[in-house]
């Protein structure tokens, strides 16, 4: 089989076209989101969140509900359950974080445990199911990534200051604890809008691989971030073509894919890496 056809043929299909427009929509925004978790060093965060997002979802299935909207919902909860407890100063950002996911996560496996149906049906959220991607789902995780990327796109300069010098952010007016629930809200749309393709489960290897990779090949904001979405998207369309072949599940391979990248260009750069001084990354 020639190269152009084994490339070519797995989107003969619909479902498979829709599968490979969601799967580009998804290693956009993701790793476009996972750059600024990376930068302030909350990697953690995005396994806490895909995890707390479990109780909206399990809600949603439950009553029936749109499970889209359920996600976000746990995901948003999330978020104001870290504001209200990052209010208290005693509490640590790691603690805290551990304590929201604890809470929502356990919150979900109950809602699981009442249901002798739930657990089933929800086994494709949690590992993702990418071809049953439906006209309306591609439609709505278009809109929410476009949110997310405008969003970002207005608080990039806001975002810098709070990241890289969050002191002088506060003296110059720059609200940092309304810009982080924001950036807490852009997180779990990211992990909503992974849901149905590599799963809760797996979104945070979108969220950080890509952005890890691109860090290692530049120290300003603007190009990694723009790297990241490339090397996301890259990813995804690997790993879903690599799974019809392969018929291996499109979640998991489009995570190895990206991790796959990520030691090519490990290795590609080494040698400058090795000679150069490490570099905080900037503007």
Not at 159 to 166: G, K, R, V
Request: proline letters at 4%; charged letters at 10%; glycine letters at 8%.
């Amino acid at each position: 089989m020639e190269l152009l056809d084994w490339l070519t043929q797995p989107y003969a299909s619909s479902f498979m076209q829709r599968a490979a427009m969601a799967a580009v929509i998804v290693g956009a925004i993701v790793p476009l989101v996972g750059c600024w978790i990376l930068l302030r060093r909350l990697s953690y965060l995005g396994d806490a969140m895909s995890h707390a997002t479990l109780a909206g979802v399990a809600l949603a299935y439950l009553f029936g509900l749109s499970i889209t909207g359920g996600a976000l919902l746990g995901g948003v909860a999330m978020a104001l359950l870290i504001a209200l407890l990052n209010s208290h100063p005693r509490l640590r950002e790691d603690a805290v974080i551990g304590v929201g996911e604890s809470v929502l996560f356990a919150t979900g496996i109950i809602i699981i445990n009442g249901s002798s149906n739930i657990g089933v049906d929800l086994s494709h959220f949690l590992l993702g199911q990418i071809t049953t991607v439906s006209d309306a789902d591609l439609w709505l995780d278009l809109a929410l990534a476009a949110g997310a990327t405008a969003a970002l796109w207005f608080l990039f300069p806001d975002l810098l200051a709070a990241t890289f010098d969050e002191e002088h952010a506060r003296q110059v007016g720059v609200p940092v604890a309304r810009l982080r629930l924001t950036l807490l809200v852009l997180l779990s749309i990211a992990i909503v809008i992974s849901l149905q393709t590599v799963g809760l489960l797996l979104s945070v290897a979108l969220l950080v691989i890509p952005a890890s990779t691109a860090r290692l090949v530049t120290d300003r904001v603007a190009p990694m971030s723009a790297l990241a979405v490339v090397l996301g998207v890259s990813a995804s369309i690997a790993g879903l073509t690599l799974s019809y072949h392969l018929a291996t599940p499109a979640g998991a391979t489009i995570a190895l894919a990206a991790a796959a990248i990520l030691g090519v260009v490990m290795v590609a750069t080494l040698p400058r890496r090795v000679r150069a001084p490490t570099v905080v990354a900037r503007a």
